[in-house]
């Protein structure tokens, strides 16, 4: 079965500075995908970013981007100029190519901004 | 933009009761999804469909079951509500040729 792992309950960062929160996931299939869920404080799951497993280049969406290292099954999103919007609960993913299977969460990790 | 709307925000039902939680969407997607969401313990899948009438169990599908009768509503019933199943229920969709998933606002369910 398929797990996935984030290691930092809770992350702390300052107003405009960068944050990496850190994922890892075991799986023994080669085509998947990988995902980055945002979930603000009584709002609505909305998804970050998105990778798929073939592609080695690093998915990026303006301040958020992710290290894919496939080998090491690791899966960081970084934050780049963290802004007070982005306090919420993140929740890494995990679903297997093809089909319509579930995703496979995280327990997330939950990023404070500092003022 | 893809529309997830779930019929109550907040519930509260007794020990017992029936509860139907219901989730319907408006993209014209194959595949629903129900989530249980517990603090430390992350969304954990209860049961998916992929169409009309189909559906498939998740991880936790023990005191659970589910209704798909029209492609837009996918029905989550709880058919004698226990106090363990206090917690906030997700639904998702996704189109049968996607990869992301597009959840509904939650319904947070207290069973006393």
């Known amino acids: 079965a398929q797990t996935v792992t984030q290691s930092q309950p809770e992350m702390s960062v300052q107003e405009a500075e960068t944050v990496t929160l850190s994922c890892t996931y075991d799986?023994?299939?080669?085509?998947?995908?990988l995902f980055w869920y945002k979930q603000p404080p009584s709002r609505q799951m909305i998804l970050v970013i998105r990778q798929e497993a073939y592609k080695q280049q690093n998915a990026t969406e303006n301040r958020f981007s992710v290290n894919f290292q496939k080998a090491a099954k690791s899966f960081s999103l970084k934050i780049s100029d963290s802004q007070l919007g982005d306090a919420a609960m993140y929740f890494c993913a995990y679903r297997p190519g093809g089909g319509a299977d579930g995703l496979t969460f995280g327990k997330g990790t939950h990023l404070i901004i500092q003022p | 933009d893809v529309k997830v709307t779930q019929s109550s925000r907040y519930l509260v039902k007794r020990t017992g009761e029936k509860v139907f939680l219901e989730c319907v969407q408006d993209m014209d997607h194959e595949n629903m999804f129900w989530y249980r969401q517990d603090p430390g313990l992350g969304l954990r899948l209860i049961y998916f469909?992929?169409?009309?009438?189909?559906?498939e169990k998740g991880d936790i599908p023990e005191g659970y079951s589910v209704s798909r009768e029209k492609k837009e509503r996918f029905s989550l019933i709880l058919e004698s509500a226990s106090t363990n199943q206090t917690s906030m229920y997700l639904c998702?969709?996704?189109?049968?040729?996607?990869?992301?998933?597009?959840f509904g606002p939650g319904t947070r369910l207290l069973v006393l």
């Open positions: 799986t023994s299939e080669s085509d998947y995908y």
């Open positions: 469909s992929y169409d009309v009438k189909m559906k």
């Open positions: 998702a969709t996704q189109g049968a040729n996607q990869e992301t998933q597009y």
